[in-house]
């Protein structure tokens, strides 16, 4: 397979060679595909093009279904810094953007935009970027950022975003050029050295600049004599001082960055270092060549050499487009009938297609056609007998055995004492394994095994944070309300008072409905900040209707459960003391309706928030409740008391209707200017005067409101109007205080007859 | 009169030894039971109440007080009972099935044109996982989302719902290699 004689032909490095750990021989099968040269696939009829195309963030897609995009177009944009965009290989129409089964081991879908070729490829425009001048400023942020835009990732096949890779350090000791291609069957890198040479060391030179490289060293297995020689030629040719070709021995797998930079530098990256602390970079040969092709001539990634072999007519090397499904490139290639199936990757590292269908992707180097002739049954998996061949063949220096073990038994944290994360799942050890053991699939196993409980627990350490920020949250909250009631105390007899409000009246009532439903099993009564706009009447009709549906739905899971709220509810119902008093002063109103009316629907909601008003009622709040009573007790005398609520405002005609005020009331309070609130003072000066001569009335109350409405109201403004009554001013302000001392006047004189 | 200096000085010793070992332990005191947190690590924090606690927190501290079974909680399964039998040392017992039963994870949606925006979701959830303000349309935040499902019942319109989190790409495991076994006849 190798061809020594070309071997010797090889000039001498200039450049010390140093070693691996490890390694091993596989039948490198290059042969099938290296000799015809590179060609352009046939343009297929529809690409699929997947946006996660590289490591990091799913690219964020920037079109629509039947949009006309042009070749080079930006399909979707980068989101986020570890995320590179994707664009249109080819001119044609979006007919699709939806899940589509990906080229992954899993067989998953993912999101993909799928164009319809129009088959005249023309370019859109392209934005050219002055790299020159960016190069010259020191501006490597631009020429980064640039690439981003242009979807430059690792065509190595880690798909790492390239621009990452390209941050200002101040210096790089040596750029390593990856061109050692050790994998078998493949041989698109190999290629596109001989035949681009130039091109590549353009985007050499660029790298070189961008990271002030001090030494650059392409490595290229000795199994590529023409690839060396045209890079020699080409890099002779350039202007980049210090850098030279390295041959090194063909040994699976020294194109492993770690691999390829101890042969070439002879440093070691320990386990968990990035090579840039070393100073060390590397960068495979076509992903070098990309960067030049995106600078010098806009063009973005959308296409890949990609060799198609195995068991097919005419193995060789096709630059595809990005998207092209694999079922195309292989009708390309002549696809024999006794195929039984396809690996895309080598056949070390590489895994099986799930379907021919899938797009090409950037990461896709290889497509083989699998045949018994180049891939033999493997033998049945017997036990491990310890010979330890994999700990020779381990590049890593692991110990193989032990790994396998340790992920057998799912005994992970001692696979990962083991550095089971430093296995670059090269396949080397279960080549070797003279028990067949496929070792590298228990590793896949186990990294996945512990990033899913890795990310299990780091969802899980979020929400603990997160559920312990609110109930902090929750516990100052209610601090904050008592510091601010405890600093209203002083005006506070002047606001327990009788003006009338309607909007609170109707915030009440729909805190009475709550805690009715609470009592009912499933809400928790603990909701005060009323709710929303609802502006047109078929919107309002039809939440009517959704809420009607869900309390049905809420009666009946009630019934089943038989319960009462679940434990988790009660501490947040618990929690809010000023709710509680509003609740409290709800549950009077109902009492005290259900006094006068002898109806009694609502007042079982008394029991069901009993305990929760016990949460520390101050004696503000009693202020509240007795005030309450009393007006509940006018009432019942007959002294009905309540012109609240005029009937010409919306708001009044709403509290009529349960569920739907609260949906419908919550205005605002404005200032006193507006001609309804005027209203509403008169109304109220009316009461007190009338409250004062014993004198039963209320004009204003609409006839069909029901009797309690008036209690309601009244209790309402004791329990919420407290923000309202500052010392007053203007007349709106002034009428409540009125109304406010002779409440209390009343209630004096009540309470002395109590006394009595 | 040595012993008796003897005496006395170890007197003292112990005296100020004594001091400092008070002064520690007050100094170093550890607020937290160690157990309540070692089995609130384990708990999956979904934070539903299931368990029949408000809370993973209360509920580890109620396993850590004898008080609770450790099959209590279906979120965490039968795995995470496993997991509590091994911590305590007790023996595994399969799920509760009145606490409920496990269920794929979910997350909880709000359909957006049927939202009112009355904020009651926002403070049942536990996780502050929901956005909104008054009177608006509200949101998941689906990567807070614990999928407890307590927002669920107050929704006056009915519009949350649960949407099991299927298997992407990204969360694909790679399956326990499996030998095929050869038939002989
Ligand atoms: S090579 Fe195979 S049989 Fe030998 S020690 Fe490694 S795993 Fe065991
Ligand atoms: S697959 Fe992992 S353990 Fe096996 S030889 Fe390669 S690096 Fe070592
Ligand atoms: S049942 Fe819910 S609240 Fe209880 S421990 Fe499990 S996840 Fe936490
Ligand atoms: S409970 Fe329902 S209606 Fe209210 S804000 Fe939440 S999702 Fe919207």
Request: aromatic share 4%; charged share 25%; hydrophobic share 45%.
């Amino acid at each position: 397979m190798n061809a020594p004689a070309m071997k010797a032909s090889l000039p001498a490095n200039t450049q010390p060679v140093y070693r691996f750990h490890g390694g091993v021989h596989p039948p490198e099968m290059k042969h099938l595909s290296n000799a015809a040269p590179i060609v352009p696939a046939p343009l297929p009829a529809r690409l699929v093009v997947p946006l996660q195309q590289s490591i990091g963030n799913r690219a964020k897609c920037r079109v629509a279904v039947g949009d006309l995009v042009k070749k080079g177009q930006l399909l979707a944009a980068a989101d986020g810094t570890v995320s590179v965009a994707v664009h249109a290989p080819t001119s044609g129409t979006v007919v699709a953007i939806d899940e589509q089964v990906v080229a992954h081991p899993s067989g998953l879908a993912e999101l993909c935009v799928t164009i319809e070729t129009d088959g005249f490829d023309v370019w859109g425009d392209r934005t050219p970027l002055d790299w020159r001048a960016a190069l010259a400023n020191g501006d490597g942020k631009t020429i980064r950022d640039y690439l981003r835009d242009m979807g430059v990732v690792g065509l190595g096949g880690a798909v790492f975003p390239s621009h990452l890779k390209l941050g200002g350090r101040d210096g790089l000791e040596t750029l390593v050029i990856n061109g050692a291609e050790c994998e078998p069957f493949i041989t698109c890198d190999d290629r596109l050295m001989r035949e681009r040479a130039g091109e590549i060391v353009a985007g050499i030179a660029i790298v070189a600049q961008l990271l002030v490289a001090r030494q650059v060293l392409v490595g290229i297995e000795d199994n590529k004599p023409e690839a060396v020689a045209a890079m020699r030629e080409a890099l002779a040719a350039s202007d980049i001082g210090n850098a030279h070709v390295v041959v090194v021995p063909t040994l699976y797998p020294s194109g492993g960055a770690k691999q390829l930079i101890k042969l070439l530098t002879n440093k070691e990256v320990p386990s968990g270092v990035r090579s840039t602390d070393l100073g060390v970079q590397c960068f495979n040969v076509a992903t070098v060549y990309t960067i030049f092709r995106a600078l010098e001539h806009a063009e973005p990634v959308i296409s890949r050499i990609v060799t198609l072999t195995g068991n097919v007519a005419r193995a060789g090397n096709v630059e595809a487009l990005i998207g092209t499904p694999i079922a195309d490139l292989l009708d390309f290639a002549g696809n024999q009938s006794d195929s039984e199936g396809y690996i895309y990757g080598g056949p070390m590292m590489g895994f099986e297609l799930p379907d021919t269908q899938v797009g090409l992707t950037k990461a896709g180097n290889c497509v083989i056609a699998r045949s018994a002739a180049h891939f033999p049954t493997k033998a049945p998996e017997m036990p491990c007998i310890r010979c330890g061949e994999c700990a020779t063949a381990c590049p890593q220096e692991l110990q193989p055995m032990d790994l396998y073990w340790f992920s057998r038994s799912k005994n992970f944290g001692k696979a990962q004492e083991w550095n089971l994360f430093d296995c670059i799942e090269c396949g080397a050890c279960a080549y070797v394994c003279p028990s067949s053991i496929q070792l590298v699939d228990y590793y896949r196993f186990a990294k996945s095994e512990i990033w899913a409980a890795e990310s299990a627990k780091k969802a899980a350490d979020l929400a603990r944070q997160r559920h312990e920020f609110k109930q902090f949250r929750e516990e100052r909250e209610q601090e904050e309300k008592a510091a601010r009631l405890a600093a209203r105390a002083a005006p506070k007899p002047e606001a327990a008072a009788a003006a009338v409000d309607p909007d609170k009246a109707a915030k009440i009532k729909a805190a009475m409905e709550r805690a009715a439903a609470a009592k009912a099993g499933a809400a928790p009564a603990n909701e005060t900040a009323a709710p929303a706009v609802s502006v047109d009447d078929d919107k309002a009709a039809k939440i009517r209707a959704a809420m009607e549906a869900a309390a049905a739905k809420k009666a009946a899971r009630a019934a089943a459960e038989a319960g009462g709220e679940t434990p988790a509810t009660k501490p947040a119902a618990a929690l809010d003391e000023e709710k509680a008093a509003k609740i409290r002063a709800a549950m009077e109103a109902a009492k005290a309706r259900k006094a006068a009316t002898d109806g009694g629907v609502t007042a079982p909601a008394a029991d069901a928030t009993e305990p929760v008003a016990k949460a520390a009622i101050d004696p503000e709040k009693a202020a509240k409740i007795r005030a309450a009573m009393e007006a509940a007790k006018a009432k019942k005398e007959g002294r009905a008391l309540a012109p609240s609520v005029s009937d010409n405002t919306p708001v009044g005609e709403v509290a009529g209707s349960l569920a739907n005020e609260e949906v419908q009331v919550d205005t605002p309070s404005k200032p006193a200017l507006d001609p309804e609130k005027a209203a509403k003072i008169r109304a109220a000066m009316e009461a007190a005067k009338a409250k004062k001569e014993g004198r039963a009335p209320a004009p204003a109350v609409p006839t069909d409101t029901p009797a309690g409405a008036a209690s309601a109201a009244l209790a309402s403004e004791v329990g919420q109007v407290d923000t309202q009554a500052k010392p007053a001013i203007d007349p709106d302000k002034a009428a409540k205080i009125r109304a406010a001392m002779e409440a209390a006047k009343a209630r004096k004189a009540a309470k002395e007859g109590g006394e009595a | 009169m040595s012993f008796l200096l003897a005496v006395a000085l170890m007197a003292v010793l112990a005296v100020i030894l004594g001091a400092v070992l008070g002064w520690a332990a007050i100094k170093y005191k550890v607020d937290e039971d160690p157990l309540v947190d070692k089995i609130d690590a384990i708990l999956p924090q979904t934070q539903c109440g299931q368990c029949g606690f408000p809370g993973c927190k209360p509920y580890a501290t109620a396993i850590a007080d004898g008080e609770a079974d450790i099959n209590q909680c279906p979120p965490g399964g039968d795995d995470g009972v496993r997991k509590l039998a091994d911590l305590l040392g007790v023996d595994f017992k399969p799920l509760n099935a009145e606490n409920g039963e496990e269920k794929p994870k979910s997350v909880a949606v709000i359909d957006e044109n049927t939202c009112i925006g009355c904020t009651l979701c926002i403070q049942a959830c536990p996780v502050d996982a929901i956005v909104g303000a008054a009177k608006h349309m509200h949101t998941i935040i689906e990567k807070e989302c614990t999928g407890c499902e307590l927002c669920l019942a107050p929704c006056p319109v009915d519009c949350i719902s649960m949407q099991p989190v299927g298997e992407t790409v990204q969360s694909w495991k790679w399956r326990y290699p499996v030998i095929k076994l050869k038939v002989t006849a």
